[in-house]
């Protein structure tokens, strides 16, 4: 297991637990116990099997439909974990039928978004990693921008010219600055040339 792995683990352990804290300190073991299943499905399946944590910010490898269906499927679980905690609807044995689907499938939605296009060896050491994550999709990048617009406007005019084109690392946490992570428009490998000389026109 490496040291990120398990400092990922640590913390979202800690996380955990300090969120079920005040209701452990009142007695209800009933609601901490159904709540650590669930924060223990939600920790091994999402942030303990993806290469980086949530709290890392999302890969450029990452489009903006998945960005998306990974908030939505954190979004899931989380509520679920957050309803068990606080004894939500917790009076019915039945309840668990539906909580436990839900917290799985959220979870297991924003691993699949995470991992689609994720690389084959996130952690491998290159001299550019971003190249050489790109080695392992079908795409290459051909022009950064520092807002989402100028990216989309590119985008856009590589499509009109019949060639398919995205972007990606559209949505970033709030706190990291574009110049680190700005906009990357990407091209099939096969098309970067002609790609180039569009935009350089």
């Known amino acids: 297991?490496?040291?990120?792995?398990?400092?990922?683990?640590?913390?979202?352990?800690?996380?955990?637990?300090?969120?079920?804290?005040?209701?452990?300190?009142?007695?209800?073991?009933?609601?901490?116990?159904?709540?650590?299943?669930?924060?223990?499905?939600?920790?091994?399946?999402?942030w303990y099997k993806v290469p980086e944590g949530p709290h890392s910010g999302f890969p450029f490898w990452m489009t903006t439909p998945q960005?998306?269906?990974?908030?939505?499927?954190?979004?899931?679980?989380?509520?679920?974990?957050?309803f068990a905690v606080h004894g939500q609807f917790l009076d019915k044995w039945w309840i668990?039928?539906?909580?436990?689907?839900?917290?799985?499938?959220?979870?297991?939605?924003?691993?699949?978004?995470?991992?689609?296009?994720a690389p084959k060896d996130p952690y491998a050491k290159y001299d550019d990693l971003l190249d050489a994550r790109m080695q392992h999709t079908t795409y290459v990048v051909v022009a950064e921008f520092e807002d989402v617009e100028s990216a989309r406007v590119v985008r856009d005019m590589l499509i009109a010219k019949g060639i398919e084109a995205r972007t990606f690392n559209e949505v970033i946490p709030a706190y990291i600055s574009r110049r680190n992570q700005p906009v990357r428009v990407c091209v099939h490998k096969a098309d970067k040339a002609i790609a180039e000389k569009i935009i350089n026109e």
């Open 1 to 46: 297991m490496s040291k990120r792995k398990i400092i990922n683990l640590l913390t979202l352990i800690l996380v955990s637990v300090l969120i079920m804290l005040p209701a452990l300190l009142i007695g209800n073991y009933y609601e901490c116990g159904a709540a650590a299943i669930y924060f223990g499905i939600l920790i091994f399946t999402v």
């Open 67 to 82: 960005i998306w269906l990974a908030y939505i499927g954190s979004f899931v679980s989380a509520m679920v974990c957050v």
């Open 96 to 117: 668990h039928f539906i909580y436990l689907p839900l917290c799985i499938s959220g979870a297991c939605l924003y691993r699949y978004a995470y991992m689609k296009n």
